[in-house]
């Protein structure tokens, strides 16, 4: 598995990347399959099979407060939390907080490219990053992936639109 260090270009950037103390240690693959095994994105996957997916990520850490994703932009890479939170937002509107084991960033790849909401860092984050839009992939490599990502879409809309209930005069016919 890659770090991923990024070197600061501003001051402001070099300022939030100086402090080293909120990053956890480095982690292998293995103990990453160990943490992740009950996350939604896993579910019904052979232990086996979850290190095998997770050989084909990159790491990433953000600062509490970064932005992640912004909305509208163009984006090719899956992220996968293990640990922080990130507050997901449409047009301002906050929608959703997400947390170890969640991921984010599916929409653009499997989508027009374009990044349906941001997403921010509300705390310190460790996220596993599938670059370039390897997730098309990925899913094929490993189809209950693909099971699990399109059950987490429908639940992620149903909750967006709200649970409707038929009219009463459908009910009754």
């Known amino acids: ?3 991923s260090p990024r070197s600061p270009r501003g ?3 070099a300022l939030v990347a100086q402090p080293w103390e909120w990053l956890p240690p480095a982690t292998v693959a293995g ?3 160990s943490s992740l095994a009950d996350a939604p994105l896993f579910a019904g996957v052979a232990r086996q099979a979850i290190v095998e997916a997770l050989a084909n990520f990159d790491e990433a850490r953000y600062p509490s407060g970064r932005r992640v994703l912004v909305e509208g932009l163009r984006g090719s890479d899956f992220f996968l939390i293990v640990t922080g939170t990130v507050a997901v937002a449409i047009d301002g509107w906050r929608l959703a907080t997400l947390g170890p084991g969640d991921f984010f960033g599916e929409m653009a790849i499997l989508g027009a490219g374009l990044r349906t909401a941001s997403v921010r860092a509300e705390t310190p ?3 596993l990053v599938l670059p370039n839009g390897k997730l098309e992939t990925l899913l094929l ?5 693909g099971i699990n990502v399109l059950h987490a879409l429908v639940s992620r809309f149903t909750n967006l639109t709200g649970r409707r209930q038929p009219p009463a005069s459908e009910l009754a016919g």
Do not use: W
Request: aromatic content about 0%.
């Open 31 to 33: 103990e990453l399959a």
């Open 1 to 3: 598995m890659k770090v």
């Open 125 to 127: 984050l460790h996220c």
């Open 11 to 13: 001051r402001a950037e």
């Open 141 to 145: 490599d490993h189809p209950q992936l």
